[in-house]
């Protein structure tokens, strides 16, 4: 059997309905996970996809209608929150506002009376690890909220717990900062070798830190997969659109060859490379492709594979510069190109005829 | 500017100041140095000063009714020592249980502890006499079922009975708001550190709560150690307290120089207790 540091199978978690009168709300429904030990895994989705459900289910601070949790191997269904071998580094950081820093990182290790002199030393090394030293007799109200978050993260790491669990740790930080603790955390945690479990609706911070993430919707897991995966190769039209920016077309299967299928988009032959089998002619798909695979050209003469449209819309980032071109189909696609011939590079103006083209493998297939 | 300021602030803290200066300050004055005026038959004082009224309270002596004055004195203390530890035994889990509440099942839960109020305080000691009177609505239940009667009138239980009844919104108030304020995520951040309820509830709640433990014990102690009414009314006078000596003093014994002493010392121990009470406040704030 694989050693896996979490295992989530077939967990569903329905929440009565309250006075509202209609049927209990599965928040978590029919979930399979396997983490693996040491891993940096993401639960990535909007509010209410049931992300803080599912870590709350592995803290013990919910219990699953149906489906059992394991922890390094064992159940946990009857085991309190208390008795787990996880820690939680909560959204508001939850410090307790009545102890200094060091006695609210020395929490955990004095309940489970571990002596004394060990204690001051595990809490100068997890105060020195998130390099807050010299605070220790601080109230947490005299702290700001990046010092509290690292409290927090302390009070968590010093019980040396096998699975980390973060419930967006850094939504309450400024943008600078949080960048500079995604970064901290990532190296932390392959400092520790620690699973971590963190929760976000963050995409860029999904992709920046995780090894591997899911992506959750309304209860449902709808793909699982390492960033550049889930990014380049998004497995439905939700994870296409909510990771990134993605570009939509609706067609028509007109051919299914060997390694691509030939799909009409509004009277226009694209071809695109897919993996999906089972795809018929006469099927109707949706293709997906980033902005930044789109090529814009001007309009002289026509190629395979592109389409032609107007330019309705420049916007100038600085790096690069995104398009917006409306299709003949009435469809509209985004297309970011990148700035790299100085001040020449917009070479295009609103109302401009152009050509749409990529490459054939960096457009995908999704059912429809 | 910040002259006009401080004269508004004058002219806004005056009629609380008076009030004070007139029912608080001079009273309390008139009692202390009444306390060190000697008795005249039939009641006043007689403009001698000295020590007499506390030599007669401090002075060891056989005299058998200074012996139940200290007593009672005791006794006092005690029974309002236990009224609210009792009182907080009873409102704790019942505070947290309304803190847990809907906002609007709170209110109406709020409201419920303050319906009391609204009726007279004479009236509803007399409803407990007639409760636990030896034919009363109590023993009337119990005989109904054949169980024992229990002589509970005129005995120290139905006093502390009556205590605990007229105290118990004044402790449950004060829990109230300061549980109410409590961020409960703070129970799950324990319990995810490996402590189980109790610990959390020790290591957590009660600290946090203290102000309102605090607040509340001392808003319950101190009316408690000088009640009069219900020790008279469920006590029969067999079973008295402080009050019932004060009343004694100033009523029939017409001895108002003794009272005043009583009261004085009485005044002095209860700010002890009290300053003693804050600092340890304090050290829980800091």
């Known amino acids: ?67 059992e949790i394991f922890i390094q191997n064992q159940p946990v269904s009857k085991i309190p929150p208390y008795h787990r071998p996880v820690n939680t580094v909560f959204q508001n950081y939850a410090l307790f506002p ?94 520790l070798g620690m699973t971590f479990i963190y929760v976000t609706h963050d995409q860029e911070e999904a992709l920046t830190m995780s090894d591997r993430i899911a992506v959750m919707n309304e209860g449902l897991v709808l793909q699982i997969d390492d960033p550049v ?114 001040d020449r590079s917009v070479a295009f103006a609103i109302g401009d005829q152009v050509k749409v083209s990529w490459f054939p493998e960096d457009i995908r297939t999704l059912i429809v | 500017m910040t002259t006009r300021r401080k004269a508004y602030l004058a002219i806004l803290l005056s009629p609380g100041a008076l009030w004070l200066f007139v029912f608080f300050v001079l009273p309390t004055l008139l009692i202390l140095i009444y306390s060190f005026l000697e008795r005249r038959d039939g009641g006043g004082v007689i403009w001698n000063f000295g020590m007499a009224a506390y030599l007669k309270l401090f002075s060891p002596t056989n005299d058998s009714y200074i012996n139940d004055f200290l007593i009672i004195f005791l006794r006092s203390f005690w029974w309002a020592f236990l009224t609210t530890v009792i ?45 636990l009177n030896n034919n009363g609505l109590l023993n009337s239940i119990l005989s109904a079922f054949n169980l024992p009667r229990l002589a509970l009138i005129n005995t120290p239980i139905a006093v502390l009975i009556g205590l605990v009844y007229v105290s118990l919104p004044f402790m449950v108030l004060p829990l109230y708001a300061s549980i109410g304020k409590l961020d409960f995520s703070l129970i799950e951040a324990g319990l995810d550190l490996g402590a189980n309820y109790f610990q959390v509830f020790r290591r957590i709640f009660f600290p946090l709560t203290m102000p309102g ?51 004085v010392v009485f005044m002095i121990l209860l700010m002890m207790g009290i300053l003693f009470y804050f600092r340890i406040e304090q050290e829980e704030a800091i």
Not at chain 1, 144 to 150: A, I, N, V, Y
């Open chain 1, 1 to 67: 059997m694989t050693n896996f540091a979490v295992q989530l199978c077939d967990i569903t978690k329905t929440f009565p309905a309250g006075r509202s009168g209609r049927n209990d709300v599965a928040a978590v429904n029919h979930i399979n996970l396997s983490i693996q030990p040491g891993e940096f895994f993401t639960l990535l989705g909007p509010s209410g996809c049931g992300k803080t459900t599912t870590l709350r289910l592995i803290a013990g601070f919910e219990q699953p209608t149906q489906g």
């Open chain 1, 98 to 191: 009545h102890l200094t820093v060091g006695q609210n990182v020395a929490f955990g290790l004095n309940v489970k009376g571990v002596p004394r002199h060990e204690i001051e030393q595990r809490v100068k090394e997890s105060l020195d690890l998130v390099r807050l030293p010299d605070l220790e007799n601080r109230k947490p109200s005299q702290l700001s909220g990046g010092q509290q978050q690292r409290v927090a993260l302390a009070r968590a790491i010093v019980n040396r717990p096998s699975v980390l669990l973060l419930d967006e740790p850094l939504g309450a930080l400024d943008l600078k900062l949080r960048k500079a603790m995604q970064l901290e955390l990532k190296h932390l945690q392959t400092q």
């Open chain 1, 229 to 342: 995966t889930i990014y380049e190769k998004p497995a439905t039209r939700f994870v296409a659109d909510f990771i990134g920016e993605s570009n939509f077309l609706n067609g028509n299967i007109d051919a299914v060859l060997s390694d691509k299928i030939q799909v009409n988009v509004a009277g226009t032959q694209v071809f695109s490379y897919w993996t999906n089998n089972g795809l018929k002619r006469g099927q109707d798909v949706t293709l997906t492709v980033r902005p930044e695979k789109l090529k814009l050209a001007p309009l002289n003469g026509t190629n395979h594979g592109t389409l032609i449209g107007t330019v309705q819309e420049i916007v100038y980032l600085g790096t690069d510069t995104r398009y917006l071109v409306g299709l003949l189909s009435q469809e509209t696609v985004v297309i970011r190109v990148q700035n790299v011939g100085g």
């Open chain 2, 87 to 131: 009182c907080l035994l009873i409102s704790y889990p019942l505070a947290f249980y309304i803190a847990r509440q809907p906002p609007s099942t709170r209110s109406f839960l709020l409201f419920l502890v303050m319906i009391p109020f609204w009726t007279n305080f004479l009236v509803r000691i007399y409803a407990w006499k007639f409760i």
């Open chain 2, 213 to 263: 433990i605090i607040a509340g014990s001392v808003l319950v102690f101190i009316p408690v150690a000088g009640q009069y009414v219900v020790p008279t009314i469920l006590g029969g006078g067999k079973v008295a307290m402080l009050g019932n000596i004060l009343a004694q003093q100033f009523g029939p014994d017409l001895n108002w120089p003794f009272g005043s002493a009583i009261s």
